[in-house]
């Protein structure tokens, strides 16, 4: 708020580049916060896929949890106005990949009741195959 109010000053003094340089931050900011978010959602959407490979089964609930995972990533990640995205499948990738091992280690607490460690549920599921579904189930044509 108080960035909101710096602006309209700066609009009002007829400060342009200023105000200008403040839009930009400001957009940096509303970026770095929806990053943050479809992380969180990822790496939910992640302990999922984990679990059901690990396991070779699913359940309703974790069902659920990937179709509430993508939903909101779908959500955080659409451009209202210009029905665009502000991230790209690259980025998407991107993101998927650096919280894996975070959703990795949550799921060795949850599958097999944690009977696994970290890396022993690690070798028992396929990394990129992993990732690649997360990804299709984030933007089906790739």
Avoid: C
């Avoid at 990822?42 to 509430?68: P, T």
């Avoid at 009741?113 to 990394?127: I, Q």
């Amino acid at each position: 708020m108080e960035e909101l109010l710096e602006l309209r000053q700066l609009l009002l003094e007829g400060n342009v580049s200023s105000a200008l340089l403040l839009v930009d931050e400001l957009e940096e900011m509303s970026l770095s916060d929806k990053i943050n978010k479809i992380d969180s959602s990822g790496v939910i959407l992640l302990i999922y896929l984990i679990k059901q490979r690990a396991e070779q089964r699913s359940m309703r609930s974790w069902e659920m949890s990937i179709e509430n995972a993508v939903r909101e990533i779908h959500k955080i990640n659409r451009r209202r106005k210009s029905k665009g995205y502000f991230l790209d499948a690259t980025e998407l990738r991107e993101i998927l990949e650096e919280g894996y091992d975070v959703a990795l280690k949550k799921a060795a607490i949850e599958a097999f009741e944690g009977r696994y460690e970290t890396s022993a549920l690690g070798e028992r599921v396929d990394r990129e195959a992993i990732l690649t579904a997360a990804l299709k189930l984030l933007i089906p044509d790739s």
